[in-house]
């Protein structure tokens, strides 16, 4: 996975966390991949974006700040399905910290069994 790909997920994860992002954090990201990962990752980005945008917003209304964070976690699990679905995955191509660990995204019921490493353990 390149730099930037883990750069938006660093970020994702952050608002998953609860952390709020600044404008300067999504300026400063960029990435690039192949297909449907790459729109998976341009549909996170936009989350984050809404995310960022509509902190004043969240602050005063729970329910959007549930649905947005909602959001994220459903781009997190697109990115998730696409990875572990595609033909880099099956081949061996991909890592994240270490071959066979996983690569830290959640994950639907669906591609549940194609879990690896940490993912197959915590996830």
Known sequence: MNSGAKEIVGVLMQV???????????????????????????????????????????VRDPVLDRAIVQAILAAMQMIGAELYTSDHHKAGYLMWHEPGCGYGFPVTQNPRDLLIGDDAKYL
Do not use: C, P, V, W
Request: hydrophobic share 40%; proline share 0%.
């Open 16 to 58: 998953l966390g609860g952390a709020e992002i600044s404008h300067d954090q999504l300026t400063e990201l960029s990435f690039e991949a192949d297909g449907e990962l790459q729109r998976a990752l341009n549909e996170a980005y936009i989350k984050i974006m809404e995310f960022a945008y509509d902190s004043e917003l969240r």
